[in-house]
């Protein structure tokens, strides 16, 4: 028996923790017994969590999607209950649910060799003995699988990579959901309705005072309002790429991989991104690989050059 060697579910409405009068916690359950009890309840009851949409097809069928991939969460989970420190007893591991993201936080630092940047090559667990029983229940499949293919699932339904940090005594890993991408998103969108709403305005403003003052040069005013909004749809497209392709070199300061970089201007069209945006920069020699020699490389990167 170790003491607080549980599980804590909580549920928070919106994206982020509120405290005092402003609390926003919607749910919270503890899980506790033996490990395998602690790692079916808390599966079975994040499961009930999980949000998914219903969307029509391009086939025409209907689609269900869960908000995160099931393996993704479901080895968060697992791997905290693994490799948690069980001598630190003063907390629990806790699953922090939000509208956009899922964290799950547990007592321990990174064990033996594993460090930030090489959890998906180096692999050490703390607790072997654990990872060898879950691994007979089929909770593991081999050992060192899982963070690299988390990785993989996320990237293969087009959400961010997972993040982890190490703070003082406690570990962090977090998948995000496309909500955690809605606000940007909105705000390019809002940012196109506003311009075209300006381009209308511009157009029915010029047309009411030609129509106004000279009737019978109708057809030659509006020809020219038509030219007029063309230029001006052109100069907002172009504005709105120079913009793109400035945000795009900025965060391309270090190595991306194209999807990261795809998904963080608010694309999920990955291939469509890169033909559009990508490759114009890869040609005025302001964007370079990292693999040039093999452009398809899983290993390939994206930087700006200095």
Known sequence: YFRRARVRFIRYEGTEARVGVRMNVIKDEIFEGKILDMIEQSIEFVGGQIKEHTYLGADGRFVTEPEYPEFAWKEIIVNAIAHRDYSIKGTDIQI???????????????????????????????????????????????????????????????????????????????????????????????????????????????????????????QDNSTQDNSSQDNDRKKAR??????????????????????DIARYCGYRNVKSFAQNYLKPLIEAGLIEMTVPDKPTSRNQRYVSRK
């Open 96 to 218: 922090k649910m939000f509208d956009d993201h899922m964290t799950v936080e547990s007592p321990g630092t990174l064990p033996g060799t594993v460090k930030l940047g090489n959890m998906r090559q180096v692999h050490f667990s703390r607790n072997p003995k654990i990872a060898e029983m879950l691994q007979r229940y089929a909770y593991v499949k081999e050992f060192g699988e899982g963070v690299d293919r988390l990785y993989e699932e996320m990237e293969s339904v087009g959400l961010p990579e997972p993040e982890f940090r190490a703070e003082s005594f406690m570990f962090y890993a977090t998948i995000k959901n496309r909500l955690s991408m809605a606000d940007f998103v909105e705000s390019i969108q809002n940012n196109s309705t506003q311009q075209n709403s300006t381009q209308d305005n511009s157009t029915q403003d010029n047309s009411t005072q030609d129509n106004s003052t000279q009737e019978e040069n109708t």
């Open 238 to 259: 172009r504005k709105e790429k120079d913009q793109m392709e400035k945000k795009i070199l900025a965060y391309c300061a270090e190595p991306r991989k194209k999807s």
